[in-house]
């Protein structure tokens, strides 16, 4: 089982403890409302799935509430880092044209 400290209230919290609000990758649109029903189903059921390190958007729900993001190892599960949102930015994907 995955435990994460949350970084808000400082409780470890297991992973049935931690609401998953996906991969922070790619960024949550700005207009939602603009997308349409095919971008929908990729943006909430379609997953990168890589090796590797990927940054997950986490909530404390069994605790404070707070959102918070979690640098994970997807072949170990172990736990990278940990931060809020601000402290942890999501590097932006490179488009080539």
């Known amino acids: ?9 400082q409780v470890e919290r297991h992973e049935d403890e931690l609401f ?8 949550r649109p700005s207009d939602p409302l ?4 095919p971008e929908w189903t990729g943006r909430l059921f379609f997953r990168s799935n890589p ?3 990927v940054i997950e958007d986490r909530c404390c729900a069994a ?3 707070h959102w918070f993001r979690v640098r994970r190892c997807t072949a170990s599960h ?7 949102p601000p402290a942890m930015p999501v590097p932006l994907p ?3 044209s």
């Open 1 to 9: 089982m995955i435990v994460i400290r949350c970084p808000h209230c």
């Open 20 to 27: 998953y609000g996906g991969e922070a990758l790619p960024p």
């Open 34 to 37: 603009q997308l349409s029903d």
């Open 51 to 53: 090796e590797g390190a």
């Open 63 to 65: 605790g404070c509430g």
């Open 78 to 84: 172990a736990i990278l880092d940990v931060a809020p």
């Open 94 to 96: 490179e488009f080539s």
